[in-house]
């Protein structure tokens, strides 16, 4: 496995870990329905962003890879 895939799997389990501790501490806080029904919907719309910004950032090092391959090729084809 590389690097990179230890760093998103690591990521993703935080990720993951936090959702349940946000959940079970949401369980057993002391706040009334209405005030806690707000605050969850905060946390999950957080989760949504950070995963969100997650994805873009895989796409964006995807992408500088795809272009990076395609200069070498061009690069390499130019010199043939």
């Known amino acids: 496995m590389s ?3 230890d760093g998103n799997q690591f990521l ?4 993951i870990g936090g959702v349940l501790g946000a959940a079970l501490g949401a369980m057993f806080t ?4 209405e005030a ?3 605050k969850l919907k905060e946390k999950l719309k957080e ?3 950070e995963k969100g910004i ?3 950032s895989n796409a964006i090092e995807a992408g500088i890879e795809e272009a990076k ?10 010199n043939l």
């Open 47 to 49: 989760f949504d962003l």
């Open 69 to 78: 391959e395609a200069a070498r090729k061009a690069q390499e084809e130019e």
């Open 3 to 5: 690097e990179n895939e």
């Open 12 to 15: 993703n389990g935080l990720m």
């Open 30 to 33: 002391p706040l009334a329905g």
């Open 36 to 38: 806690m029904r707000e």
């Open 54 to 56: 997650e994805k873009f």
